[in-house]
């Protein structure tokens, strides 16, 4: 549906610089994490890349022109190797197969939607989370965080986040959270967390997050702060929010990517179907 489009719309802002799906994206930003590629910034140096190789040979049967990579790949995942060296040609396959074969771009819609929309909306289902913005963060968050419970992954710094709820604290969102048995306003309480993950692109506690390339990035938090402070909390066709330039963009809804979305193999998309649904239970 247009809730998850635009989330997704609106982190590909942030990774590649418009709202496009940017499939045959890759290339090495430094950031040590090796090759950085496809529409959610998927990393040889970090194992997600080797995920979605893996996913691709599942679709074509098994031998690929990825296939070529396959030593290496693993290699690299299982140690957390940022390096490319063995990898000479990996972006030219990887950037012609992502601008135009189907199934390589299916691998991919299904490993960012199993490894980041999912958790996030699992977690996003657990507070109890219903407009689209505070689930849209979760996501963005997961989509460069992770989905761990480590201090800078999105389950660590939801952790970080309730333990700064210690009283109840009203709001104008019509969500309410039941947070260590205090009653907090969704907005407030994601107002909290966007405080607490801003905090950590700044100054992460992880080592492999230290290479500096996060503290860079706090336009993430400034764009959604946007979109908060102008109360466009729950999305149906459209939200403003601010390009990586700090200028206001108006992203929409696609709706042919809507339903390429929906009618994939994707399977958090009925994750997210199924909060939007308990969403409008609870507000019967």
């Not at 998850?4 to 045959?24: P, S, V, W």
């Not at 819609?109 to 979760?138: C, H, W």
């Not at 997961?142 to 989905?147: K, L, N």
């Not at 993950?197 to 996060?214: D, F, I, Y």
Request: hydrophobic content about 35%; glycine content about 10%.
């Amino acid at each position: 549906g247009c809730n998850k489009t635009m989330a997704l719309e609106i982190t590909n802002i942030y990774e590649n610089g418009d709202t496009a799906f940017h499939y045959d994206y890759c290339e090495d930003i430094n950031d040590g994490r090796g090759f950085t590629s496809g529409i959610a910034g998927f990393c040889t140096g970090t194992g997600d890349a080797w995920v979605v190789v893996q996913e691709y040979h599942k679709l074509t049967g098994g031998k690929d022109k990825l296939s070529q990579f396959d030593s290496i790949l693993a290699e690299y995942a299982t140690t957390g190797n940022n390096s490319t060296v063995g990898l000479t040609g990996y972006c030219s396959v990887w950037k012609k197969l992502g601008a135009s074969n189907k199934k390589f771009k299916q691998a991919q819609d299904n490993v960012r939607d199993d490894m980041y929309m999912a958790p996030a909306m699992v977690y996003a289902q657990q507070l109890g989370l219903k407009t689209s913005i505070a689930q849209g963060q979760l996501y963005d968050a997961g989509i460069q965080h992770g989905a761990s419970d480590g201090p800078d992954g999105l389950g660590g710094m939801i952790k970080t986040t309730n333990a700064l709820v210690t009283k109840d604290e009203p709001g104008d969102s019509g969500s309410m959270l039941t947070i260590n048995g205090y009653k907090i306003d969704e907005i407030v309480w994601l107002n909290k967390f966007l405080s607490v993950r801003a905090s950590v692109l700044s100054n992460p506690q992880e080592p492999t997050n230290m290479s500096g390339a996060w503290a860079k990035t706090l336009y993430r938090i400034k764009s959604y702060q946007f979109a908060v402070d102008t109360k466009e909390y729950n999305w149906t066709d459209s939200v403003s929010v601010l390009d990586n330039d700090g200028k206001p963009t108006t992203v929409t809804c696609s709706m042919a990517m809507s339903s390429q979305l929906d009618n994939g193999v994707a399977r958090s998309g009925i994750a997210f179907l199924s909060l939007f649904l308990i969403s409008v239970l609870n507000a019967i």
